[in-house]
């Protein structure tokens, strides 16, 4: 079986980011690379939504971006601005295109469905697939979202609605998500935060078509994309190991308290690219452990108080917005971190802190 200097386990976000950081910076013009992927081909799946707080490689597959955003309690909606972190939208297919177009130009990089199909003896391995179990007693952001397309112009395109809560919250956390793409485009998720383990949580069919029929009071439209998944809220399993680094959600890479991976994949990809010649011997890079501490502290809130979660996140955004977004995307500093914690109820916070 053949040999590789490096091999990627998964080729998703994650390991196709790291190939093409790697490739564009000419890191494996003498070296060779294996990427282990089953699936057959490459075809839209999923939508990575994000606040720009740094450069990307990857602006041509932004979809759409907004400068103005919502948050809807009931009764209550706050209109905010994010101009100077515009949020933005990147669609997965014009990513594989991208991505495997340039890879495809370099002959020292091979796609394999199954390990077993190569020697990884003396190989650095990059793995991007998560070691989790189905664990029903941590939480879960999961979701079900469709792009549906209507023939009037229908949408606010220069809006979106980051998180709409006025809907059943079944004693868990519940809210709609809605990025309108155009006038009559718009991809509409419901999204819980919750154990995985309660099924009356996915009727998401049911959900997204009375929340566009009823709330919305949209009647006539067709479904042109649909997607599903759910993202660990606690960390995977990541072993240390000789010649091997995690990498993604896998890696750690996912903020707990938003699920937010795309940009810190980047980050760790740029990371590794300006390591690569000393892989073995470079420190492990996360995200900093203050956000670690507030998100785990976030979570214990999430878990004993979920009916309070909707007025949390209300109240948060109502700190700078651009302090809030710096804090979700890993950016902030300290007084902009107190600037939002002056904005939760301390007291149920403070108790978090002895559960």
Not at 43 to 54: E, G, I, L
Not at 122 to 145: A, L, R
């Amino acid at each position: 079986m053949k040999e590789f200097d490096y091999i990627i386990i998964g080729g998703g976000c994650a390991g196709l980011s790291l190939a093409y950081e790697l490739e564009i910076h000419k890191k494996l013009r003498d070296k060779t690379l294996a990427i282990i992927e089953p699936r057959e081909e490459y075809t839209r799946d999923k939508t990575w939504s994000f606040w720009k707080v740094t450069d990307h490689n990857f602006e041509d597959c932004v979809k759409k971006s907004w400068k103005n955003f919502s948050i809807n309690i009931p009764g209550k909606t706050n209109y905010l601005e994010c101009n100077n972190y515009p949020y933005q939208s990147v669609d997965s297919g014009l990513f594989y295109k991208k991505i495997n177009t340039k890879l495809n130009e370099n002959k020292n990089i091979v796609f394999f469905k199954n390990l077993n199909e190569i020697d990884t003896k003396n190989s650095f391995i990059f793995n991007s697939v998560p070691s989790i179990k189905k664990d029903y007693q941590k939480f879960w952001q999961h979701f079900c979202g469709i792009e549906i397309e209507c023939q009037n112009n229908f949408f606010d395109d220069e809006i979106f609605n980051l998180m709409d809560f006025d809907c059943d919250q079944r004693d868990s956390v519940h809210f709609f998500y809605t990025l309108p793409y155009s006038k009559n485009k718009a991809l509409i998720e419901t999204t819980w935060l919750s154990k995985l383990n309660d099924n009356s949580q996915k009727d998401y069919d049911n959900q997204i078509k009375n929340y566009i029929k009823y709330k919305l009071n949209l009647k006539n439209y067709k479904i042109t994309y649909k997607e599903e998944g759910a993202i660990p809220l606690f960390f995977p399993l990541n072993k240390n190991e000789k010649n091997k680094i995690n990498i993604g959600t896998a890696g750690g890479m996912t903020r707990l308290s938003t699920g937010y991976t795309f940009l810190n994949i980047q980050e760790h990809s740029k990371y590794i690219r300006e390591n690569i010649e000393n892989i073995s011997n470079i420190k492990k890079y996360k995200i900093s452990g203050k956000y670690q501490f507030l998100d785990e502290i976030f979570l214990r809130v999430l878990e004993k108080n979920p009916e309070k979660m909707s007025s949390i996140f209300f109240k948060m955004f109502k700190a700078s917005p651009k302090n809030v977004i710096k804090f979700l995307s890993n950016k902030s500093n300290f007084l902009e971190d107190l600037s939002i914690i002056l904005k939760m109820p301390k007291f149920t916070f403070i108790k978090a802190l002895f559960y």
